[in-house]
């Protein structure tokens, strides 16, 4: 590629990292959304995590990767969504989930995601907001098969109306959920 000779310092730009390859002191690469530049000559292994020792950051940044998956490997400074909120990598990791691993993720923003009507097969984060019976409800923490009105696991966001269908005066019933 391109020597860059600043004085007494001599970088190589590589490109992006890759796994076993040749890296010399001063190779310069881009891993994720961070530059780095070699500081142990080394073949590098199959994932960056081990071999990081032999790197020193030269440029921090940010990268937006998506919604959370736990079969995706993110790299540090990567940002995900999960339920609303933004989440931004502290290491090189997969299927931590960023609710629950504040070694591996910390929260950047906290968000709200509407999720459409309740499922009880449904998993829902934190910040996901849901419509049940007339009311939206926002998830107080994550949660699968808990109906809304368990207020362990839900906030009502928004009262609201039902419809229930139009007045039937056989039955003499009609209703509003207020």
Not at 11 to 33: E, L
Not at 81 to 93: C, F, H, K, P, Q
Not at 110 to 121: A, H, I, K, V
Request: glycine share 12%.
């Amino acid at each position: 590629m391109a020597d860059i000779i600043l004085g007494n310092l001599k970088f190589y730009w590589a490109g992006d990292w890759a796994p076993s390859t040749s890296y010399d002191a001063d190779d310069v690469v881009k891993y994720g959304p961070n530059v780095y530049v070699c500081v142990t000559a080394h073949t590098s292994q199959s994932t960056f995590a081990p071999d990081s020792a032999k790197w020193e950051l030269m440029v921090a940044g940010l990268e937006y990767a998506g919604i959370w998956s736990g079969a995706t490997l993110y790299k540090y400074g990567e940002l995900v969504s999960y339920g609303g909120a933004v989440y931004i990598a502290l290491r090189e990791n997969t299927n931590a989930n960023p609710y629950t691993e504040t070694f591996d993720w910390q929260i950047l923003n906290e968000g709200l995601q509407f999720e459409g009507d309740w499922g009880s097969g449904t998993s829902y984060q934190k910040g996901d907001i849901v419509n049940y019976g007339g009311y939206l409800y926002v998830a107080k923490q994550n949660t699968t098969n808990n109906a809304p009105t368990n207020t362990t696991y839900w906030n009502i966001y928004s009262k609201g109306y039902e419809f229930l269908g139009n007045y039937n005066p056989g039955t003499g019933i009609s209703r509003a959920i207020l």
